[in-house]
T-cell receptor, first 115, second 115 residues
Framework: NAGVTQTPKFQVLKTGQSMTLQCAQDMNHNSMYWYRQDPGMGLRLIYY???????DKGEVPNGYNVSRLNKREFSLRLESAAPSQTSVYFC??????????????FGEGSRLTVL | AQKITQTQPGMFVQEKEAVTLDCTYDTSDPSYGLFWYKQPSSGEMIFLIYQGSYDQQNATEGRYSLNFQKARKSANLVISASQLGDSAMYFC????????????FGTGTRLTIIP
């Protein structure tokens, strides 16, 4: 059972280049999220999608775009990468709003370096 | 706005001892969820435990328990009988409601278990 799969796991970009981080989940979850993790700052929400066809900004959306392609897939795009976007990116999914145990399922992370 | 504060950047604990990781929070929402996640050196995020703001009893999951003191706005994680495998970063997080929408994370505590 794959859970949440992110690609690529590592990427080096030059300033101004664009790229897309792909995320797919096979748990039939409604909600998906993109977080970034920086040293000393914990995880910060970039964008999230509560259900297929909807997306909303999180805490740090500037410089990013997202697409909820279908229920399984949620991609994050950097149109013009900047060194400040060097970070580890995590995709996550959950069953939104069901008041259950409250578990986010995370991918393994994607380490992005912008030179 | 929600805020999570973890004041212990690092802790060293002898193996087999109990350890308490501190977490305080601030929110004006009447209902919320509190979470703890573990991040080993391999980088993945592992869900440990969840507490709803209206839960009467403190949550427990095996060796993990959450010491929830609502009046003090604290949600400390207690690990009993620590093991070498408990060495990791630990993040406290909260959500606005019982679901998982837009988790806000603290900056984390790095726990090192000493043999």
């Amino acid at each position: 059972n794959a859970g949440v799969t992110q690609t690529p796991k590592f990427q080096v970009l030059k300033t101004g280049q664009s790229m897309t981080l792909q995320c797919a989940q096979d748990m039939n979850h409604n909600s998906m999220y993109w977080y970034r993790q920086d040293p000393g700052m914990g995880l910060r929400l970039i964008y999230y999608s509560a259900s297929e066809g909807t997306t909303d900004k999180g805490e740090v959306p500037n410089g990013y775009n997202v697409s909820r392609l279908n229920k399984r897939e949620f991609s994050l795009r950097l149109e013009s990468a900047a060194p400040s976007q060097t970070s580890v990116y995590f995709c996550a999914s959950s069953e939104y709003g069901r008041g259950l145990a409250g578990e986010l399922f995370f991918g393994e992370g994607s380490r992005l370096t912008v030179l | 706005a929600q805020k999570i504060t973890q004041t212990q950047p690092g802790m060293f604990v002898q193996e087999k001892e109990a350890v308490t990781l501190d977490c305080t929070y601030d929110t004006s929402d009447p209902s919320y969820g509190l979470f703890w996640y573990k991040q080993p050196s391999s980088g993945e995020m592992i869900f440990l435990i969840y507490q709803g703001s209206y839960d009467q009893q403190n949550a427990t999951e095996g060796r993990y328990s959450l010491n929830f003191q609502k009046a003090r706005k604290s949600a400390n994680l207690v690990i009993s009988a620590s093991q070498l495998g408990d060495s990791a970063m630990y993040f406290c997080a909260m959500s606005r409601a019982f679901g998982n929408e837009k988790l806000t994370f603290g900056t984390g505590t790095r726990l090192t278990i000493i043999p």
